[in-house]
Every structure is written in structure tokens, then in C-alpha cells.
């Protein structure tokens, strides 16, 4: 599970659990089809962006600090490369994240911001 989200699933599953009607289910996490919507806001106007949940536990990151690693953001959210570029891809296309380098590949060292 991604880092910054992991105390909701964790509510949730206690939550679901103390229910006495699903005593003999087995919840299972399908992170691969959640999403979140995030509300931004850099002018006056607020925003909403759509995210899937990699995308967001990066995002979220940057609430700690201003800039990061491709390798501190990898370590620190536990998403694999495979799932984790794309994710930041898209989210430097949508100027939302600033990467310190324009390669297609990705780097431990690239910095974003």
C-alpha cells in the first residue's frame, strides 16, 4: 500500500470488520482501480484533480517537503518503477510536478519539485 493512504485502509478495515454482518468476508484492496480527487488551489481559483492512487501518494509527499527524489519518492510510497513513472510522467505533462531533467528515461537522482 502506498505510504500517505495507508491509515485510511487501515480505518476502513477496522471499520468494515467491527460490522457483525461481515464477520466471514475477507476484504481485499484492488489499488489498481481507486482514485482520488484532490483539490488544489495555486491562484484564486480552486481546483479539482482526478488521480489514480500512485499518483496521489506521490503528490502527497510534497506536503512534507518541496523537493524530492525519483529514488526517495520509489523508497518512500513503496510503488514499483513500472506503475511509479508513468504516474510522475503525467503529472510533469500537467505542470503539477517539475522534474529537475527532460529525458524519457527516469533516474534515481531526477529531482522533482
Not at 510503488?79 to 528515461?105: A, H, W, Y
Amino acid at each position: 500500500m502506498p505510504y500517505p493512504l495507508k491509515a485510511c485502509t487501515e480505518a476502513f478495515t477496522l471499520f468494515y470488520k467491527a460490522k457483525s454482518q461481515y464477520q466471514s468476508r475477507k476484504l481485499t484492496w484492488a489499488y489498481q482501480y481507486g482514485t482520488v480527487e484532490v483539490t488544489c488551489q495555486f491562484t484564486q481559483k480552486p481546483y479539482r484533480i482526478g488521480l489514480n492512487i500512485f499518483q496521489a501518494s506521490a503528490l502527497m509527499c510534497f506536503t512534507e517537503r518541496d523537493e524530492w527524489s525519483f529514488k526517495e519518492l520509489k523508497d518512500t510510497t513503496k510503488v514499483v518503477s513500472d506503475i511509479l513513472v508513468p504516474g510522475l510522467r503525467m503529472l510533469c505533462m500537467n505542470k503539477l510536478l517539475v522534474r529537475s531533467v527532460r529525458t524519457k528515461d527516469f533516474n534515481d537522482t531526477d529531482t522533482f519539485k
